[in-house]
């Protein structure tokens, strides 16, 4: 099987993005500050004001742009339905980009094929997490699957790997043939959301929750049912692998919950529950 | 009264003797099948009124849905072949076909030799079809298992692991005649690489492989290449792991994880195979819509869809399903062959005997190889360049088309062979 490795565009380097991400900080200070002083001024000063608001404005937009087209798309996954294999972005310099923003994600739509379904992951740390002032959600340092998601029999998922800077990234996509548009899915990684379509082929956004039953790190036994392959790291021709023996993604070391990170600092965003049925509680931890 | 049943059903069935075939299709019905119709075999050389109709098939002649079944048989648009057999069963045909001129829903089949005669089947619509097709074909199992050679896999790569799982039926018979049970069974590389030239030659359908080969129609035309990355496949796919005999020292194969859980399930839950084809009539000719095999067991129905690219290269995706999810895949294989989705482009289909190049000769055995082989796919022997030597080929009198060794008739047009 031929290699597949190759990312589908030339990406930004390390250079360029270091640029881009700096003047992107700047851009938004620059547009906090315009914003404040609009809302604190008179109607005399507010034409000027706003038009200085509306180009800090337009240069984060330009800059968001700029960091979006400049982001790796790389063939991370393959479907096992059809054998595709399955681009996407991910920023894989480090974790201080906007693709990693929970709170506002900078990333393109995606190019996914009509089987994709979901994707969820996971995140090794392999160094300190960097200074960032936004919420970053990595998920867990040890990959897992979503049993809800598995338990429906039109469903299955691939794990992979991939470096994330001096981290280890391991994304899981799912997959679906046909679609079950009646179920809820599981937030895109990274992210508080995931974006859908209906039936009807109208996108829609929806979310689900960090809570302990959505996550199962047991995969060979989801392996054993059918249900989840992998894809060996380093895998250039992405070949899909039905093997318990061998896998590299059972009992790995690493945190098991939901990773968040905020200014350098690790803390978990699982929500507590009291047991089946009770309503999630608790939250993020220290800011 | 038969189509107040059928109306309940869905699915009207009737048989007709050869002799009163022509009679009714050709004279009563008054219907030219074509070329492609499923009826032109077994009509070659009816002339019209040179037969009677029998007082047996004088109820079916009156009969509306026989009309209705027969008129989609004589003018199909989308034809799909079937070839059952594989395990404990007999090979047999049948061909179903659509045809949008005669009824956009319904679908006929014809098993040409039923019982001595012609079975003909009528269903409302395509779900009635497939829903009888996988009573036919079909496990019920609903559970999901794992698919130890997902998609996309090289069918010479696919060989391979097909003759390992046939390999631990061996080992398992082996034993039994040995009255050596064994934990973890093995076999030499020399005996699997001898045992996979013979599976490939034998045409013997009670094993797997042979029963893919040679059910799948049109398979044995495809050009299989000769590359060290295809048995390696047995080891990266788990089924057969490199070891050493303890004590000797001699090198053989182990089952790995694959070709046990595989092994087994086809050792003891494999009964029959089927294989199939869609082709459809577009304005450029007859083109392939899907090509697939599938092999139910106790525990899952295993399906083979090929793909051969323009290269010549066949690409297989196995599936490991239950019940539901094969009925869906079938109704969108065959929804998508009526709507003429994903036809495969270039050449007609499979078979138009004008189009093919002369075949060449094994030296081995003195079969049919296609051109540019590296290996022969009746024998297994390995061919070069200087030994398959094109040999000459019979055509056909009337349209010219390529015939067959010791063909009476030509597929093609009909016409006698002289």
């Known amino acids: 099987m031929a290699s597949v490795r190759e990312a589908s565009r030339a990406a930004f380097s390390a250079a360029e993005r270091r640029r881009i991400l700096k003047d992107l900080a700047d851009a938004r200070r620059e547009m906090a500050k315009a914003a404040d002083a609009f809302n604190r001024t008179g109607p005399a000063e507010a034409p000027r004001l706003a038009a200085a608001l509306d180009a800090s404005r337009q240069r984060t937009l330009d800059l968001c742009q700029a960091y979006e087209a400049g982001l790796p798309v790389l063939p991370l996954s393959r479907c096992p339905f059809t054998g595709r294999v399955v681009r996407h972005s991910l920023d894989t310099f480090d974790i201080d980009g906007p693709w990693w923003d929970s709170e506002r994600p900078v990333r393109p739509i995606e190019d996914l094929p009509a089987t994709f379904f979901a994707l969820s992951g996971a995140l090794r740390l392999g160094a300190d997490p960097p200074d960032v002032p936004f919420l970053c959600r990595p998920g867990p340092e040890v990959p897992f699957v979503v049993p809800r998601l598995l338990a429906e029999p039109d469903v299955r998922a691939v794990v992979s790997s991939v470096a994330v800077g001096p981290h280890r990234g391991f994304p899981v996509f799912y997959f679906a043939e046909p679609t079950p548009h009646e179920i809820l899915r599981v937030d895109t990684w990274g992210l508080t959301q995931y974006v859908a379509e209906d039936p009807y082929g109208a996108g829609y956004v929806s979310r689900s929750y960090d809570v302990p039953v959505e996550f199962d790190y047991d995969l060979a036994r989801w392996i054993r049912r059918g249900k989840l ?3 060996a790291p380093d895998d250039g021709t992405l070949r899909l692998r039905s093997l318990v023996e061998g896998c590299p993604y059972l009992d790995l070391p690493g945190r098991r919950y939901p990773l968040g990170i905020r200014h350098g600092e690790v803390f978990s965003v699982l929500i507590a529950t009291d047991g089946p049925g009770a309503a999630p509680k608790g939250g993020a931890g220290p800011r | 009264m038969a189509t107040e049943t059928a109306e309940r059903t869905g699915v009207f069935s009737f048989q007709v003797s050869r002799a009163d075939l022509g009679p009714l299709v050709v004279d009563r019905l008054g219907l030219a099948p074509g070329e492609f119709s499923p009826l032109a075999p077994p009509l070659a050389g009816y002339a019209k009124g040179s037969g009677r ?21 004589a003018d199909p648009s989308v034809r799909l072949l079937n070839q059952t057999g594989g395990g404990a069963l007999a090979i047999s045909q049948f061909t179903a076909c659509h045809s949008h001129r005669v009824d956009p829903r319904a679908v006929a089949a014809i098993h040409p030799s039923f019982e001595g005669a012609c079975l003909v089947q009528w269903f409302e619509d395509m779900a009635a079809y497939v829903a009888w097709w996988l009573i036919l074909n079909a496990t019920s199992t609903r559970a999901a298992v794992a698919n130890y050679a997902p998609p996309p896999i090289r069918l010479e790569a696919l060989v391979y692991l097909l003759h390992a799982v046939d390999a631990f039926r061996r080992r398992a018979y082996r034993s039994l005649l040995d009255y050596a049970p064994t934990e973890r069974p ?35 035309s495809v050009t299989l290449e000769d590359r060290p990355e295809f048995p390696q496949a047995l080891e990266q796919y788990g089924f057969l792991v490199p070891a050493r005999e303890r004590g000797t020292g001699e090198p053989l194969f182990v089952f790995g994880e694959a070709g046990l859980v595989m092994g087994v399930e086809f ?5 029959q195979s089927v294989g199939f084809e869609a082709t459809v009539r577009t304005p450029a000719g ?17 399906l083979f869809l090929f793909e051969t690219d323009s290269a010549g290269a066949c690409t297989v995706n196995h599936q490991a399903m239950g019940r539901d999810a094969l009925d869906m895949k079938m109704m969108r294989l065959i929804g998508d062959a009526v709507e003429g989705k994903g036809l495969s482009a270039g050449a007609a289909a499979a078979p138009a005997p004008a189009a093919r190049k002369a075949a060449a000769r094994c030296p081995s055995c003195g079969g049919e190889v296609p051109e540019g082989s590296a290996f022969c796919n009746q024998c297994g022997a390995r061919l070069s360049a200087r030994q398959a030597a094109p040999a000459p080929t019979p055509t056909c009198k009337q349209c010219g088309a390529a015939l067959a060794k010791g063909a009476k008739f030509c597929t093609h047009c009909g016409a006698r062979s002289s």
């Open chain 2, 186 to 220: 093995a076999i030499a590389p020399a005996e699997f690489a001898e045992s996979m030239q013979a599976a490939v030659r034998s045409r013997d359908m009670r094993w797997l492989l042979p029963a893919l080969l040679n059910l799948t129609p049109n398979l044995a």
């Open chain 1, 229 to 231: 392959l992998w894809i």
């Open chain 2, 53 to 73: 109709l029998s007082a047996e098939a004088e109820p079916i002649a009156q009969e509306a849905l026989a009309a209705k079944a027969l008129r989609i048989l």
């Open chain 2, 286 to 302: 007859w083109r392939v819509a899907h090509r697939g095999f599938l092999a139910p067991t106790g525990l899952a129905n295993h």
């Open chain 2, 267 to 271: 050792y003891r839950t494999w009964i």
